[in-house]
């Protein structure tokens, strides 16, 4: 519409002031012609009154003037008559105009003077009126008087005022006329063949394009159209090509890399788009308010860290909340943009959340209802009704955001983790032939612990939605199986290993989930040895020996317990004191639910004491950097330690073990490992520890530090091995490969 104003104002304003100066001389003409109209008439009247006159004002008869003055009473123009005698004084007046007696009139002494004609318009009352005055002279041109013919004007200004009120009707109606014509024509001309062609193009990004939808625009738009056309048909050939190329490859192929997994995409994927839905975003725009800048962060989270590199792999479009404080600046109409930010790989698109759609879903019901519900670390689950309904409000935003974008032709979507069990029922209500799988990457409880969840029926029904649940080892698979059998009216096929539920079938499956590895030569993007020496000098760790940990702040991470256990280590090793140096970088993390909150304040106070308890001049056992940390700037500590700690009460796999193991290129160093954590069934070459038993932990440490080196570099080639054959391309590779033999159509 702005635009169809901008094209047709200047030639509205044109018109109207060509119209506008056109009225003006046309009307001037009109009341010159109706002035020299009225001035003639009055002349005539009084010309023919001016013989009576003089016969009365010679014969002093004041009757006859009288009378000839009051024939003058009804005519309809004409407002009346004066005869003056030669003193200038009235003689006779129309009885209508009276008043006009009063008015001094100074013109009518110099008419008496001069002896010549006068017309001029006058000022009677609140209106004017035409005056001609002409002198009544006798044979000898001697001065008789004056008589005076007074004209009404307002039927003049009436007749103007009827030109200007015609000029603007017409004026009005030509530039109504001009602006509807100009619409249709801009209309038929230019909005309809791009409106055609913006559908043509969403049809072509949605994949439906084909000769049934050929471009018909014709001149200038129908060439643009026709080059599309040619861009579009090469695609989907290049497309179909890279895609035969990619499964010949595959055949070829034996390590998972980031090429492997983008043929096996191609290969499996072909012309259908992939979609992956998740709460934490990869990329998130955050302003720092007292700085005023802007960084661009990818934030800690394991999800993040394995998602990550299978989409810059394949590409697709990865759906997630904007939490950035900046996020709405960098996106596009569409809440889109392309991420990495420098190298775009993928397609980002931002979802928004009001403050209370993130209280009620992701603080409360996501994560301090389910994520504790699904952890055994004795942390009570809250479930309030309110926050339930927050979650399914938000579950169903999230549905209708995807619906928005999915294609024509059958996409895969692949949901992350426990913020959308909801989500697959919702899409397949709208989208039978979408194959969907969800991604469980935290623990799944047995059946018992499961069933105190008030909305258990729901949440199972809504993840039954999908074609394919993956979990991080077989024993949450299982657990899964069991709840399902014992809370849902369903069949579990345990030789297939799926539940069949009103004729509708979800495979279970187990897929660990792992990092990309850095594990090949040259991958680093950090100068490691730069990095290495500077963090030494910073903290002074020259001859020392150094443990690490690496976490967002929950208390599934067993960061309190890993504290203990250092405390405790140094306590019945005194000889490690001065020696060993214990670095913890922490991530605080959902800090506005009050059990993490009063973690933090916890993890603080209890380093704080340790390190008070300890402190030997500059040698302090703990080093405790809370902050979000870049995955570059956590690569140099893991190299630089000696030895890594994971100590979850609970996880689902951990990631921060399988990093530490992929950055020891040199097979230095060891890892403790929580045996509650997914990890520990791959990486049985760790030092597993139950990180309840303080004692036993304490010990482990001392049995990390003093294995002789090459038990450790044996150890470690092991678990390098595993990782990097089992890397995060395998992960998503067996996901996809299962994914898409279930495609529907
Ligand atoms: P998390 O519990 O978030 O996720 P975890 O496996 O512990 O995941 O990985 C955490 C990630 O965050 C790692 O990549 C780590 O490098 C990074 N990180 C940790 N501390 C950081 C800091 N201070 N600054 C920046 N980054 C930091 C869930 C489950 C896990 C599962 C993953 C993946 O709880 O069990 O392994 O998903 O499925």
């Known amino acids: 519409m702005k635009r169809i104003l901008l094209f047709i104002l200047p030639i509205l304003i044109i018109i109207a002031v060509a119209f506008t100066i056109f009225g003006i001389v046309q009307v001037r003409y009109e009341e010159e012609k109706l002035m020299d109209d009225l001035k003639r008439k009055a002349r005539a009247v009084a010309e023919s009154v001016e013989l009576s006159a003089r016969y009365s004002l010679i014969n002093n008869d004041l009757k006859s003037a009288k009378r000839l003055v009051e024939s003058f009473q009804k005519r309809e123009r004409m407002q009346g008559c004066v005869i003056y005698d030669k003193e200038g004084l009235i003689l006779a007046i129309t009885e209508r105009i009276s008043d006009w007696g009063q008015k ?24 004017s009126v035409y005056s001609y005055t002409l002198p009544v002279l006798d044979d000898e041109n001697n001065i008789l008087g004056v008589v005076e013919v007074i004209y009404d004007t307002s039927y003049l200004f009436t007749t103007l005022a009827d030109l200007w009120r015609r000029i603007s009707t017409t004026l009005i109606i030509l530039i109504s006329l001009i ?132 989409l810059c792999a394949c590409g697709g479009t990865w759906i997630a909340h904007g939490s950035g404080n900046a996020d709405k600046k960098f996106v596009n109409s569409k809440d889109k943009l392309g991420v990495p930010p420098k190298d775009n790989r993928y397609i980002l698109k931002r979802a928004w959340l009001t403050k209370e759609e993130e209280d009620g879903y992701y603080y409360g019901f996501a994560n301090e209802g389910l994520w504790p519900l699904c952890h055994n670390t004795h942390t009570r689950p809250i479930f ?53 799988a969800l991604f469980w990457h935290i623990p799944w409880p047995n059946p018992e612990n499961f069933s105190i969840c008030p909305y258990r029926q729901e949440i199972l029904d809504g993840m039954l939605g999908c074609d394919l649940i993956g979990f991080h080892v077989q024993n949450h698979c299982n657990n899964f199986l069991d709840t399902a059998n014992r809370l849902l009216e369903s069949r579990v096929d345990t030789e297939k290993f799926s539940i069949i539920r009103f004729d509708k079938e979800t495979f279970v499956r187990a897929f660990p989930i792992s990092v990309d590895g850095h594990i090949s030569e040259g991958s680093f993007k950090v100068e490691p040895i730069r990095e290495i020496e500077k963090l030494k000098k910073e903290y002074d760790l020259k001859d020392k020996i150094v443990g690490l940990g690496v976490d967002r702040i929950d208390y599934t991470k067993g960061i309190i317990e890993r504290v203990l256990a250092v405390d405790r280590f140094l306590e019945k090793y005194p000889e490690y004191k001065k020696k060993f140096v214990f670095i913890q970088l922490a991530a605080p993390s959902r800090t506005h639910i009050k059990r993490y909150h009063d973690l933090i304040g916890e993890i603080d106070e209890l380093v704080e004491k340790k390190n008070w308890k300890y402190l030997d001049g500059d040698w302090k056992p703990i080093i405790y950097l809370k902050r979000h940390f870049s995955q570059d700037e956590i690569e140099p500590y893991y190299m630089l330690a000696d030895l890594c700690i994971v100590s979850s009460l609970h996880d689902g796999m951990n990631l921060v073990a399988k990093e530490y193991v992929a950055a020891k290129k040199d097979l230095s160093g060891s890892l403790i490992l929580s045996q509650f954590t997914g990890a520990a069934r791959e990486l049985t070459d760790a030092i597993q520890i139950n990180p309840y038993s303080i004692e036993e932990f304490a010990d482990s440490i001392k049995l990390a530090l003093e294995m002789p080196s090459e038990e450790k570099e044996k150890r470690m080639e092991n678990m390098r091995k595993i990782i990097s054959e089992n890397n995060v391309y395998r992960w998503a590779g067996n996901i996809i490969t299962e994914l898409t033999a279930l495609k529907k159509v």
């Open 384 to 436: 309030r009704e309110s926050d339930w309904q927050m979650y399914k409000k938000v579950n169903q935003k999230f549905a209708d955001t995807l619906l928005e974008e999915l294609p024509a032709k059958p996409p895969f979507i692949f949901i992350q983790d426990y913020h959308f069990t909801l989500l697959a029922k919702m899409i397949k209500e709208k989208r039978p032939d979408a194959t969907i």
């Open 179 to 310: 602006a509807i014509t100009a619409v249709l024509i801009q209309r038929q001309i230019f909005i309809l063949p791009v409106r055609r062609l913006t559908q043509w193009f969403s049809h072509f990004q949605r994949g439906e394009i084909d000769e049934s939808h050929p471009i018909k625009e014709k001149g200038e738009l129908g060439k643009l159209a026709s080059e599309v056309e040619q861009v579009a048909l090469s695609l989907r050939v290049a497309r179909r090509t890279i895609s035969d190329e990619a499964s010949v490859r595959l055949q070829k192929e034996e390590v998972w890399t980031e090429s492997k997994l983008r043929d096996l995409v191609r290969a499996k994927l072909g012309d259908n788009a992939l979609f992956v839905v998740s709460n934490r975003e990869p990329y998130m725009h955050v302003l720092d308010e007292s700085t005023g800048v802007t960084k661009c962060i990818r934030p800690a989270s394991g999800v993040v860290t394995a998602i990550h590199p299978v």
């Open 104 to 127: 001094e009139k100074t013109y009518i002494k110099e008419i008496l003077n001069t002896q010549s004609a006068r017309g001029a318009i006058e000022i009677f009352g609140d209106y």
